[in-house]
């Protein structure tokens, strides 16, 4: 390499390894060791590097900074300066010193500036050689001023100092090393965390790492067991198997790991009071979203709650079952939180319910209830950091309660699609809907997702129908699926239906609102004709626009068969049964089944999961058979979680949520192989594996993950 004497006067050979390669004209200082400089500016109109200005040459490896700062890829860009003289660089004694080659260089630029003295070794050691080099420098007639203040640190206050200078760090980092604590959380399962450099987890393990090093962490789970997701300062890798974490101080990490089969974690929210999960939902990471409710103080997961008598609150969860953020609310009076849904694009959170006075949703004002409604709906969305996005009212303009808030769901676009009772006048926004006085309806309409404002608005059932919605389901085609039930003669745009008794009814409209298709779901046998109730309490639908439905078919101590869609079904049981069914996207009925005891049975949600199995919750009073799968009831009522076969129907997995009095499963989502179901209980109960105890009160509640079996 050519090198100018007019630019350089000599460079130190005589290092251990090679410190410096090639430093001059057009290359850049490659520097392996700790290495004192010397600096005065250059000026640029003197010296050149790789055809720009001497401002921009850089340092690769242990830099200095002089100004501006080091950047995170450890380069430094040297400063011009308005003096005209010629830049040079002169070779200092290359200094041994406690078994080590310490290399000195002085890059001297013969200003009157000031100098910077820019370090990289370890503090004591620095500042014996700064001692040493003065005085072998001025014995060699150079002048070498040591400043008060060194870079590295964290005491400079010159240039090149304090938080942005450090040699061999970034801008503000540390130096030193970090403690590193690996969990293996694996319950009755098993998994393993790996970690590079040289990190392998089967419980616990620790290490301790530079500063600044990035650790490349891998979670692994044998056979049988299922990797649920980070913790600690991993957390925000969520489920992902594969995670990256800096190491800027000491840092612990958790990675939770289940028996498939088996609860991953059950959190009890319990207080003297009455505790409720009212709806779950999770989003496309996995962390999942409940709405609970509460009437007295309570605490969950670190975090007090109060409560005024009427309280509710927002509260996400990880994967793993950590407290991402909670949002209480604090009613004046009762207040029904009854629907939330996730928005797929962004996590946004749609909350829908009723409110029977003056409402704060975190808005910029309440949300007022106007003199003569007993009962309005609200809508209320928030940023996937619980942030306050818009709230909208709908006025139910009665004496008469106009009914409750059931259901909501977002379509592909982020637009709402949202559905309840009413008796009078409703208004969404776009003018209002009527009924005769007392003659119970249902309405159902679409919100803008960006701001509330109304699509479009329509009444369903007729004046006599008792028509009311339980549930939404929005399939890949925007087409919207209605279930619930109705009691006298139906119209929800295409022919009557007329009801036995009371019938369920499934029914589908485009996105637009207009109808498409019906099912009638009704029961009848030769010995008591029309002595049956069938409500449809949830629908779900599978990317091939298929539809499952679960029915609440009650029919006293008299068997009856149930007819939906020209398929009869012969009574399981007595009293209240579970039915199940599967139609094709073109509402033609696939499969259906028929699950009871003599006892009080019955479905409460039913989701798919990843894998395109459906799963179910609902509770049961005595011994049941799913088909080959049977669970023994412990007392009272027992809570059940099912996985079905979406081609025949056949069930294939059931687990009992069993305790001493009864156990409610009240709130369902799905998450890949996950099932994160909220419930409430009394005194004691069993989450399929963790125990949990209450405190009192009439009723205590839990939020918990599943990990099911592979099929």
Request: hydrophobic fraction near 40%; aromatic fraction near 8%; charged fraction near 15%.
């Amino acid at each position: 390499m050519k090198r100018s004497r007019d630019q350089i006067d000599g460079l130190g050979a005589e290092l251990p390894r090679r410190g410096i390669e090639d430093l001059a004209l057009g290359k850049t200082a490659q520097l392996t060791y700790d290495v004192q400089y010397h600096v005065r500016p250059p000026a640029p109109a003197d010296v050149t590097v790789e055809g720009q200005d001497v401002n921009e040459r850089t340092f690769e490896r242990g830099c200095a900074e002089v100004a501006p700062a080091c950047s995170t890829s450890h380069r430094m860009a040297m400063p011009a300066s308005t003096s005209s003289r010629p830049y040079r660089l002169r070779q200092r004694p290359v200094l041994r010193l406690w078994g080590a080659w310490i290399q000195y260089l002085q890059l001297r630029f013969k200003t009157g500036e000031p100098w910077v003295i820019l370090g990289a070794m370890s503090r004591p050691l620095r500042g014996f050689l700064l001692s040493f080099l003065a005085l072998t420098c001025s014995l060699a007639g150079c002048d070498f001023p040591p400043p008060a203040d060194v870079p590295g640190d964290g005491s400079a206050s010159g240039p090149g100092s304090g938080s942005d200078a450090g040699l061999g760090s970034d801008s503000g980092s540390q130096t030193g090393t970090g403690h590193v604590q690996v969990t293996v959380e694996a319950g009755s399962g098993g998994g393993a965390v790996t970690a590079a450099p040289g990190i392998q987890c089967g419980a616990q393990c620790t290490a301790d790492v530079p500063i600044g090093t990035t650790l490349s962490l891998t979670a692994s789970a044998p056979a049988g067991s299922i990797f649920i997701g980070w913790r600690g300062a991993a957390i925000g890798c969520g489920r992902a198997l594969s995670c990256t974490v800096p190491v800027a101080a000491d840092v612990q990490i958790g990675a939770r790991f289940a028996q498939q089969g088996t609860a991953a974690w059950a959190l009890p929210f319990a207080g003297a009071g009455g505790e409720g999960v009212n709806s779950v939902a999770v989003d496309p990471s996995g962390n999942a979203v409940a709405v609970v409710s509460f009437s007295q103080n309570v605490s969950f997961g670190g975090t007090n709650f109060v409560s005024t008598g009427n309280a509710f609150a927002l509260i996400k969860l990880t994967p793993a079952g950590d407290v991402v953020w909670s949002k209480p609310f604090n009613p004046p009076s009762e207040t029904y939180p009854l629907g939330l849904a996730i928005d797929g694009r962004n996590g946004d959170v749609v909350l829908w319910g009723a409110y029977s006075a003056g409402l704060d949703l975190g808005g910029p004002s309440l949300l007022a209830l106007p003199p003569g409604d007993t009962k309005d709906f609200f809508v209320a969305r928030y940023g996937a950091d619980s942030s306050f996005r818009w709230q909208h009212a709908i006025h139910a303009s009665d004496n008469d309660d106009p009914g409750m808030a059931t259901s909501v769901a977002i379509d592909a676009v982020g637009d709402i699609v949202i559905a309840g009772a009413f008796n009078t006048s409703i208004d969404l926004g776009s003018g209002p809907l009527t009924t005769t006085n007392g003659e119970g309806e249902a309405f159902a309409g679409k919100l803008s997702g960006s701001d509330g404002a109304v699509i479009w608005s329509k009444k369903l059932g007729g004046i006599t129908s008792g028509l009311f919605i339980n549930v939404i389901a929005i399939n890949s085609f925007n087409q919207i699926y209605f279930g619930g039930s109705f009691s006298g003669i139906c119209n929800v745009g295409g022919p009557n239906l007329t009801a036995t008794s009371t019938d369920g009814i499934v029914f589908k409209l485009d996105g637009a609102g207009n109808f498409s298709s019906q099912l009638q779901i009704t029961t009848n046998n030769n010995s008591n004709p029309g002595g049956g109730e069938e409500r449809v309490v949830d629908i779900t639908t599978d990317a091939s626009n298929n539809v499952y439905f679960a029915t609440n078919s009650y029919h006293g101590s008299t068997p009856q068969s149930i007819l939906l869609g020209g398929l009869t079904l012969a009574g399981a049981g007595l009293k209240s049964e579970i039915v199940l069914a599967k139609l094709d996207s073109f509402g033609a009925v696939q499969w259906a089944n028929r699950y009871g005891t003599a006892a009080d049975d019955s479905p409460k949600a039913l989701r798919l999961l990843g894998d395109g199995n459906l799963a179910v919750i609902g509770t049961y009073g005595a011994d049941i058979a799913f088909g080959t799968k049977s669970l023994v009831n412990a007392g009272n009522a027992d809570g059940f979680l099912l996985r079905i076969n979406p081609g025949t129907g056949s069930p294939t997995f059931a687990a009992r949520i069993a305790g001493v009095m009864n156990d409610q499963p009240t709130a369902f989502a799905t998450s890949g192989g996950t099932a994160i179901l909220g419930g409430s209980f009394q005194a004691h109960t069993d989450v399929i594996g963790i125990g949990l105890d209450g405190v009192g009160g009439p009723s205590d509640a839990y939020i918990a993950s599943i990990a099911l079996p592979a099929p």
